[in-house]
C-alpha cells in the first residue's frame, strides 16, 4: 500500500497566485485531514472530513477551502497566497475515530 | 487548543527507559490519550492510544493514572532513532466528530 500521498513535495508561489495541494489516500479511510507546520511549532488543523461529500473546519481554515468529491482525495486549495502561508503541510487520514491516522510525507510550500 | 501540557523537551542516555509525561486534567470520560511522534520533518507516526487502562505495544507502554488526569509515554529502551518530537493528544467526541489537536510537544534528544 502506498498509504496517504501527497503531491507536490516542495512549491514556491507568488503572493496572489493559487494553487491545489493534492492528497490521495488508498486505504479506503473515511476520515481525512489537513494540517499545517509552521517552523518549530506543531500542528495546527486547518480542514477535515468524515466523508465523501462532508467537511469542516478546523482551528485555521481562513485563506483555504477543501473538497471531498471521492473517499480516496481531499485537496486543500489556496486561492490567493500569502506570505503567512508558508509552512509545511501534512495530509492525513484515519479509518474511524478512535483508530491512528496515517500522515503523508508534507508539502513544503513557500510564499514569496 | 491543545488540551494537554508536555514539557518542552527532555534528554534520555542510549539504552535507558525514556519516560514522556502528559498532563491533560480536563479530559472527559470518553476522550482517548494518543500519543504520536515526528522525526525530523517527516510526518508524524502513531505510537500508541488508550482509554483508561495501561497499554503496551511492540513500540512503547502507555500508563495512565486512575483518575485519568496525566499519563506517561514509556520507551523502555530508547535508542538515537528515537530522537524526535513526542505528541500526547486527547481526543473525543465534539460535535459528533473526532478530531486530533496537536500542541507543541515534547522534543526527546537520545544521547549516545
Known amino acids: 500500500n502506498a498509504g496517504v500521498t501527497q503531491t507536490p513535495k516542495f512549491r514556491i508561489l507568488k503572493i496572489g497566485q493559487s494553487m491545489t495541494l493534492q492528497c490521495t489516500q488508498d486505504m479506503n479511510h473515511n476520515y481525512m485531514y489537513w494540517y499545517r507546520q509552521d517552523p518549530g511549532m506543531g500542528l495546527k488543523l486547518i480542514y477535515y472530513s468524515v466523508g465523501a461529500g462532508i467537511t469542516d473546519k478546523g482551528e485555521v481554515p481562513n485563506g483555504y477551502n477543501v473538497s471531498r468529491s471521492t473517499t480516496e482525495d481531499f485537496p486543500l486549495r489556496l486561492e490567493l497566497a500569502a506570505p503567512s502561508q508558508t509552512s509545511v503541510y501534512f495530509c492525513a487520514s484515519s479509518s474511524d475515530s478512535y483508530t491512528e491516522a496515517f500522515f503523508g510525507q508534507g508539502t513544503r510550500l513557500t510564499v514569496v | 487548543d491543545a488540551k494537554t501540557t508536555q514539557p518542552p523537551s527532555m534528554d534520555c542516555a542510549e539504552g535507558r527507559a525514556a519516560n514522556l509525561p502528559c498532563n491533560h486534567s480536563?479530559?472527559?470520560?470518553?476522550?482517548?490519550v494518543y500519543w504520536y511522534r515526528q522525526i525530523h520533518s517527516q510526518g508524524p507516526q502513531y505510537i500508541i492510544h488508550?482509554?483508561?487502562n495501561n497499554e503496551t505495544n511492540e513500540m512503547a507502554s502507555l500508563i495512565i493514572t486512575e483518575d485519568r488526569k496525566s499519563s506517561t509515554l514509556i520507551l523502555p529502551h530508547a535508542t538515537l532513532r528515537d530522537t524526535a518530537v513526542y505528541y500526547c493528544i486527547s481526543m473525543g467526541p465534539t460535535s459528533g466528530t473526532y478530531k486530533y489537536i496537536f500542541g507543541t510537544g515534547t522534543r526527546l534528544k537520545v544521547l549516545a
Open positions: 480536563t479530559i472527559s470520560g470518553n476522550e482517548y
Open positions: 488508550g482509554l483508561k
